[in-house]
């Protein structure tokens, strides 16, 4: 799993175009669809914390768990900031524990993709499934193998901000299904440039991988969606939306 050591710092800056307020309404829309209350949610593979105090400032008593303990140092001075009663646990999500059930998991910005494995991703599914109240949702999102291969591996791209500037270089294995993307980034330090390289590895899957991860961790699969149109995925779709089910657990 990576870190993010480096690239923690100016990752809200980096990531400033990421749609989270229309998959902040996507995951309420769902809420709302299958009668999620305003108890205690999980946010799996937080990073700085971003959609976790979105759903906190909703009125959901929220979770946050993620590897990266400077990403998780973000997440927590927002957190004292805005006032939030938000706990954070440095964990990694194929090994995550809690102290009890939670009404719903949610996953998003390609969280899942950082499992390499088939093993990796039903291990943590497993996990999901166990943490679950009886019948709670799972909800998350995964990069595709043909965003990987068509769209994103073997590009560069580049771009310079006031403050840094980064350069992302995607080099895409179609044996494996890994991408192994290199971020140099130039951040400003008074009238001086520090200069930061992570690279990160990920794995793109199809969606009928992402189905039989769902079954063999013993959960009810429940809607599939393109993540970027809202229309039904298919092979072209580059994120796709998943929102599952709880199982095994009996309704007290």
């Not at 980096?14 to 999620?36: A, E, N, S």
């Not at 990073?47 to 590897?67: C, F, H, P, R, S």
């Not at 679950?132 to 310079?160: C, H, R, S």
Request: charge should be negative; include cysteine; hydrophobic fraction near 35%.
């Amino acid at each position: 799993m990576n870190s993010y050591s480096g690239l923690a710092s100016c990752y809200d800056l980096f990531m400033d175009d990421t749609p989270y307020d229309r998959w902040m309404q996507y995951i309420l829309t769902k809420f709302d669809k299958y009668d999620v209350p305003r108890e205690l949610i999980l946010d799996l593979g937080c990073g700085t914390g971003t959609l976790t105090q979105m759903l906190a400032k909703e009125g959901y008593d929220m979770i946050g768990v993620d590897a990266s303990e400077e990403m998780l140092q973000i997440a927590q001075e927002k957190r004292i900031e805005d006032g939030y009663d938000i706990l954070y646990l440095l964990q990694d999500m194929r090994e995550f524990e809690l102290y009890g059930t939670v009404r719903a998991v949610v996953s998003v910005c390609d969280s899942i993709n950082y499992l390499l494995s088939d093993e990796d991703v039903i291990q943590t599914f497993k996990l999901v499934n166990n943490y679950l109240d009886p019948k709670g949702i799972f909800i998350f999102d995964f990069n595709t193998e043909y965003k990987y291969a068509e769209v994103i591996g073997e590009t560069t791209i580049a771009e310079n901000r006031d403050d840094f500037s980064f350069i992302w270089e995607n080099y895409y294995d179609e044996e494996s299904h890994i991408n192994e993307y290199e971020v140099t980034i130039y951040a400003k330090e008074g009238d001086l440039y520090s200069k930061t390289v992570e690279t990160h590895l990920q794995r793109g899957y199809t969606l009928e991988e992402m189905k039989s991860f769902i079954e063999a961790a013993g959960m009810e699969l429940l809607e599939i969606e393109d993540a970027d149109t809202g229309d039904v995925a298919d092979e072209c779709s580059e994120r796709i939306h998943i929102v599952a089910r709880e199982n095994g657990k009996e309704t007290v």
